[in-house]
C-alpha cells in the first residue's frame, strides 16, 4: 500500500447558514482521516483508511463513500458505537469551531491492534494527526504504535482541535511521534500557539526539527508553507492562488494527503509540498471537507514546471 491513513470519517451536515439559525442542512462525509485518504487516492496512489464506522446505515454509506473515491476500504471495519458525525456552516474565513457529535463512536474505540491488522507497518507513508490520537486514550495509543512500527515514511498532522484535547496532551503525542517522523505538518497560527507557544513559523519550523522530525513544513494559509529539513535548508513555498474560496473546510487534509500521495510515488519533498499546496487551494472552492477534491492534471497545471 502506498499510503494508509488512520483515523474517524465522519458524517458531515452542512449548510451555508449559521449554525444558530440554519434549518438545512447538506449531507456529505468529512473527517481529517476521510479527507487526506480521498487526496491521496486522487494522486493516483494506492490509498488505504484505517478506522472503525458504526454498525448502521451512515457506517454503510461512508465506505461506499470512501470506495468510491478510490479508497481501500478492507480496514475500515464495523465495530461498537455509532458513526460520528459533526455540522458546520459555510466558512470562507476559517474561522469556524466544529459542533461534533463523535463521542463514543465506534472510530474513538480503535487501538493498536487495528494498526498491526492493517498495512500501515509495510506502508510507504503513514498519515497520522493530532485529532485521531484525542478520540480516545486507545487511540492515542494507535497512533504512537503505528509511528513507532512504519517501516515507510511517517507524516504527521498535529491538527490540534480544542473541543478534543488541551495543549499539554496534544504536545505530549506531538513529542512522541516527532522523532519517527519524516514530516511533520503544523499550521500557523492553527496549531503553533497551543503546542509551541508562538505564531512565528520559524520559530515553529526550529521547534518540530528540535523535537526530532526529519522535516517540517509549516502552513501559514495564504503566505504559503515554510519547509525546512534538518541539514539547516529553509525554503518557502508560496501559496496557489484560487478563483475563489467557498469554504476552507478541510483544506489541510488535501495537503497532507496529496503531498503524501506524491511522496509515495517518488515525488521529492518540495515537489510534494508543492503539489499538496496546489490540492488545497483548489479544495477551497467547494463545500465541506470533500466538496472539492484536486485531481493530478489539475495540480500539474498550477504548479507547472515545479511537477
Not at 449554525?19 to 488505504?48: K, Y
Not at 517522523?181 to 512565528?200: I, Y
Not at 496557489?240 to 515525488?267: H, I, K, N, P, Y
Amino acid at each position: 500500500m502506498d499510503v494508509v491513513v488512520l483515523g474517524e470519517p465522519l458524517v458531515e451536515f452542512s449548510t451555508a447558514a449559521s449554525l444558530d439559525r440554519a434549518d438545512l442542512f447538506r449531507l456529505s462525509f468529512s473527517g481529517d482521516a476521510l479527507n487526506a485518504s480521498v487526496a491521496a487516492a486522487a494522486t493516483g496512489a494506492s490509498a488505504a483508511l484505517v478506522t472503525r464506522v458504526g454498525a448502521d446505515e451512515f457506517g454503510e454509506r461512508l465506505v461506499r463513500f470512501a470506495a468510491g473515491h478510490g479508497v481501500d476500504t478492507r480496514w475500515m471495519v464495523t465495530g461498537e458505537g455509532s458513526t460520528g458525525a459533526y455540522a458546520l456552516g459555510a466558512d470562507p474565513t476559517g474561522s469556524r469551531a466544529f459542533v461534533y457529535m463523535r463521542a463514543g463512536s465506534a472510530a474513538s474505540r480503535m487501538d493498536p491492534g487495528d494498526v498491526d491488522r492493517s498495512p500501515a507497518p509495510q506502508a510507504g507513508v503513514v498519515l497520522l494527526s493530532g485529532v485521531t490520537a484525542a478520540l480516545s486514550p486507545s487511540c492515542e495509543q494507535a497512533v504512537r504504535h503505528a509511528a513507532a512500527t512504519a517501516r515507510g515514511r511517517v507524516v504527521y498532522d498535529p491538527n490540534f482541535r480544542s473541543r478534543l484535547t488541551d495543549p499539554e496532551k496534544a504536545r505530549d503525542v506531538l513529542e512522541a511521534v516527532a522523532p519517527h517522523a519524516a514530516l511533520v505538518v503544523p499550521s500557523c497560527p492553527g496549531d503553533s500557539g497551543p503546542l509551541f507557544g508562538t505564531d512565528d513559523p520559524r520559530e515553529v519550523l526550529r521547534a518540530c526539527l528540535g523535537l526530532g522530525a526529519r522535516a517540517a513544513a509549516v502552513t501559514m494559509g495564504a503566505e504559503g508553507v515554510l519547509l525546512g529539513t534538518q541539514d539547516g535548508s529553509v525554503l518557502h513555498v508560496p501559496a496557489v492562488r484560487t478563483e475563489s474560496v467557498v469554504d476552507q473546510t478541510g483544506a489541510g487534509d488535501a495537503f497532507a494527503g496529496t503531498l503524501a500521495g506524491w511522496l509515495a510515488r517518488g515525488a521529492d519533498l518540495v515537489q510534494a509540498v508543492r503539489a499538496g499546496t496546489a490540492a488545497a487551494a483548489i479544495s477551497l472552492r467547494g463545500q465541506g471537507g470533500t466538496g472539492r477534491v484536486a485531481t493530478t492534471e489539475e495540480i500539474v497545471a498550477l504548479i507547472g514546471e515545479a511537477a
